[in-house]
């Protein structure tokens, strides 16, 4: 995961719009922000992003 991805993901739980575990919520509310490297982040690599949520680790 590299840095972009890893602040997009930050910035959408900023907002507080949904359950970090709803990927479909996440992958949607990371389009309509324009965050298109996280929409395939999430596509591609969903383990990794999952234990970035549970851990904090990359």
């Known amino acids: 995961m590299d840095s972009k991805v ?3 993901i930050l910035a ?5 719009l949904t359950n970090m575990f709803d ?3 996440v992958q949607r509310i990371a389009h309509e922000m324009n ?3 996280l929409v ?3 596509e591609e690599h969903k383990d ?3 234990r970035f ?6």
Request: glycine share 4%.
């Open 23 to 25: 990927t479909l919520a």
């Open 35 to 37: 965050f298109f490297e």
């Open 6 to 8: 890893k602040e997009q």
């Open 48 to 50: 990794k992003y999952v």
């Open 12 to 16: 959408i739980r900023k907002t507080a």
């Open 53 to 58: 949520i549970l851990t904090g680790e990359e």
């Open 40 to 42: 395939v982040f999430l």
